[in-house]
């Protein structure tokens, strides 16, 4: 009966690894962001799908973008670190506040995303789940809580509609 | 059934092909452009022990 339950108990997160991911993100995020631990933190990617036709081959791409986002509270500032899967590094950040974006929102369909129009010209669709197991696209970290309080925010605090 | 993966193996050596084509291509045009900004992952500070 034990074996039974284990196997269908599904993959466990390993919260030593989750661990060392969530300090990792928090190094790279204050390195480049000013005051940073002002900002709450959570791991958001992105999914840029394309089209492509090269004869009797065709289909569709999903490149996978991974950020590090943080959020802001009384300032209403989300700030996003593009980064890889290991958090070997990241790139500069891009600050979204309230009082300059276009418009934000939470998409349902068909991606479950945090959409933000900084301007007319260009969005960015922020995915995020508590936790993803794959570790060559997915930073490996666990975060129900902070998704939670991300969602809180985002839906009645930065949200525009 | 054999038909099918060989169209599937095929298909995928095909499609593996065009891409690397283009992405050579692609860095023909990308010479002169810098390379993106990047911060490396800050070294861990060592902790210090107390003798």
Redesign the interface.
């Known amino acids: 009966m034990g074996f039974f339950s284990k196997l269908f108990k599904g993959p466990e997160i390993d919260m030593a690894k989750s661990d060392a991911n969530a300090k ?1 993100m928090r ?2 995020f204050n ?2 962001v000013e005051d940073g631990d002002r900002y709450q933190l959570i791991f958001g990617y992105t999914e840029d799908v394309s089209r492509f036709n ?4 065709h289909g569709s791409k999903t490149k996978i973008g991974n950020l590090i986002v943080g959020w802001n509270e009384a300032d209403e500032t989300i700030v996003a670190v593009p980064t890889v899967p290991d ?6 950040p891009t600050y979204y506040r309230r009082s300059q974006i276009l418009k934000a929102y939470r998409n349902k369909y068909p991606t479950d995303a945090f959409v933000i129009y900084p301007d007319k010209k260009g969005y960015i669709a922020i995915n995020a789940y508590d936790w993803l197991e794959d570790e060559s696209l997915y930073v490996y970290v666990s975060q129900d809580k902070e998704l939670a309080a991300f969602t809180d925010f985002f839906l009645h605090r930065f949200a525009t509609k | 059934m054999l038909l099918l993966a060989a169209a599937a193996v095929a298909g995928n050596l095909w499609f593996h092909l065009v891409e690397s084509v283009l992405h050579g291509v692609r860095k023909l045009f990308d010479r002169g452009k810098e390379p993106p900004v990047w911060h490396p992952l800050p070294p861990e500070k060592e902790e210090k022990n107390d003798v």
Not at chain 1, 87 to 92: A, K, P, Q, R, T
């Open positions: 990792k190094a790279l390195q480049v090269y004869g009797f081959v958090l070997s590094g990241c790139g500069d």
